[in-house]
């Protein structure tokens, strides 16, 4: 069976561009998948979608083993068929050309006889690229296709990605280790957790409106401010999270604009919070990113969270990433609700 992280990794379109990216040959392909994605695929293959109401984007590792081929397949087909796509390009970021040939004529077969057409299939390796149609015919006649040379360091999708403060990490790894702690901020782990211990025991029901208040202040004067909270502050904020009233009444009124505004303050807490408190953290900044449509980092948020302990809220949100749910539906998340505890 794939590892959980071969669940789809979801990106919708960025509402907020004036003039669509549009690929027009190969190189506009392999430069538009990883500022799409926000780091460089490996080992995976990412299916960009067209002709769908709301058209997303989604990755999925590449399977161990040709038992697992139906799997991926299934993975990518489903939320195709959800969303009633018209058409998909598949990219596939590999060093194996047998398993490019393999699970592409796969996934061409699967999604032909869904009434879902192929466009394209490539695969890329990160200095060539091939195309399924001319790896198939030459492989049966006993040749190799040599590739074609490509690269899209200075491609003006990825110019253009710079220019509006978009990184593209060099792997999903690195993306993922952004929401790890550094070594100043495990240093700093004991006086965070002092702090978030000695406001926890001070924490009672009738003080969580005015915590709400508090936590909903402090938020605002650091996005205003460009400024983070310091240990002690961050504990307090921390231990706020950890009361189900208030972080749920921190994410529920979340919209697009504003989880613009506070997304990065969100990922210097979870990089900053000790191991026992990062979970409610990780779930607002996972909320957050899938509602910024970054879906790469709401997974990242998603398992980090999970790594030390699982929420109705991270949950939720690893479902709305698997279904490929569009940000602007906002569903009313019932069942990210966890009820009066403190967990």
Same mark, same amino acid.
């Given at each position: 069976?794939?590892?959980?992280?071969?669940? !789809?990794?979801?990106?919708?379109? /960025?509402?907020?561009?004036?003039?669509?990216?549009?690929?027009?040959?190969?190189?506009?392909?392999?430069?538009?998948?990883?500022?799409?994605?926000?780091?460089?695929?490996?080992?995976? @293959?990412?299916?960009?979608?067209?002709?769908?109401?709301?058209?997303?984007?989604?990755?999925?590792?590449?399977?161990?083993?040709?038992?697992?081929?139906?799997?991926?397949?299934?993975?990518?087909?489903?939320?195709?068929?959800?969303?009633?796509?018209?058409?998909?390009?598949?990219?596939?970021?590999?060093?194996?050309?047998?398993?490019?040939?393999?699970?592409?004529?796969?996934?061409?077969?699967?999604?032909?006889?869904?009434?879902?057409?192929?466009?394209?299939? @490539?695969?890329?390796?990160?200095?060539?690229?091939?195309?399924?149609?001319?790896?198939?015919?030459?492989?049966?006649?006993?040749?190799?296709?040599?590739?074609?040379?490509?690269?899209?360091?200075?491609?003006?999708? @990825?110019?253009?990605?710079?220019?509006?403060?978009?990184?593209?990490?060099?792997?999903?790894?690195?993306?993922?280790?952004?929401?790890?702690?550094?070594?100043?901020?495990?240093?700093?782990?004991?006086?965070?957790?002092?702090?978030?211990?000695?406001?926890?025991?001070?924490?009672?029901?009738?003080?969580?409106?005015?915590?709400?208040?508090?936590?909903?202040?402090?938020?605002?004067?650091?996005?205003?401010?460009?400024?983070?909270?310091?240990?002690?502050?961050?504990?307090?904020?921390?231990?706020?999270?950890?009361?189900?009233?208030?972080?749920?009444?921190?994410?529920?009124?979340?919209?697009?604009?504003?989880?613009?505004?506070?997304?990065?303050?969100?990922?210097?807490?979870?990089?900053?919070? !000790?191991?026992?408190?990062?979970?409610?953290?990780?779930?607002?900044?996972?909320?957050?990113?899938?509602?910024?449509?970054?879906?790469?980092?709401?997974?990242?948020?998603?398992?980090?969270?999970?790594?030390?302990?699982?929420? !109705?809220?991270?949950?939720?949100?690893?479902?709305?990433?698997?279904?490929?749910?569009?940000?602007? /539906?906002?569903?009313?998340?019932? /069942?990210?609700?966890?009820?009066?505890?403190?967990?």
């Amino acid at each position: 069976m794939t590892t959980p992280d071969a669940l !789809p990794e979801t990106t919708p379109p /960025d509402p907020d561009r004036t003039t669509p990216m549009v690929a027009r040959c190969r190189d506009d392909l392999l430069a538009l998948v990883p500022t799409l994605m926000g780091f460089e695929p490996a080992e995976s @293959v990412t299916m960009l979608t067209f002709g769908a109401a709301r058209p997303f984007h989604a990755r999925v590792d590449l399977p161990w083993c040709d038992d697992d081929d139906e799997e991926v397949v299934g993975l990518l087909l489903e939320p195709a068929l959800r969303h009633h796509v018209a058409h998909v390009v598949l990219v596939v970021h590999s060093t194996h050309g047998r398993v490019f040939a393999r699970l592409g004529r796969r996934l061409v077969d699967a999604f032909c006889a869904a009434g879902i057409g192929v466009v394209e299939v @490539v695969r890329a390796d990160g200095t060539l690229a091939w195309c399924l149609d001319c790896v198939e015919p030459t492989a049966g006649r006993g040749g190799r296709c040599p590739g074609h040379p490509y690269d899209v360091s200075a491609h003006p999708f @990825v110019a253009e990605a710079v220019l509006r403060g978009r990184v593209v990490h060099a792997s999903r790894e690195a993306l993922a280790q952004t929401l790890e702690p550094d070594g100043p901020a495990r240093d700093a782990h004991p006086r965070v957790s002092e702090a978030a211990t000695r406001h926890g025991a001070r924490l009672a029901a009738a003080a969580h409106p005015r915590e709400l208040r508090w936590l909903r202040r402090s938020v605002q004067r650091h996005v205003e401010l460009g400024t983070r909270p310091d240990d002690g502050r961050l504990g307090r904020l921390l231990a706020d999270l950890a009361v189900v009233a208030i972080r749920e009444a921190c994410w529920e009124g979340m919209g697009r604009a504003r989880a613009e505004r506070e997304i990065e303050l969100w990922r210097d807490v979870v990089r900053r919070a !000790p191991a026992h408190l990062v979970a409610p953290a990780a779930g607002v900044l996972a909320y957050a990113a899938w509602l910024v449509g970054d879906g790469a980092l709401a997974w990242c948020a998603v398992d980090r969270g999970r790594a030390h302990g699982d929420l !109705p809220l991270l949950t939720h949100v690893a479902g709305l990433l698997e279904r490929a749910v569009p940000p602007t /539906d906002q569903p009313v998340a019932q /069942d990210a609700r966890e009820g009066p505890q403190v967990a």
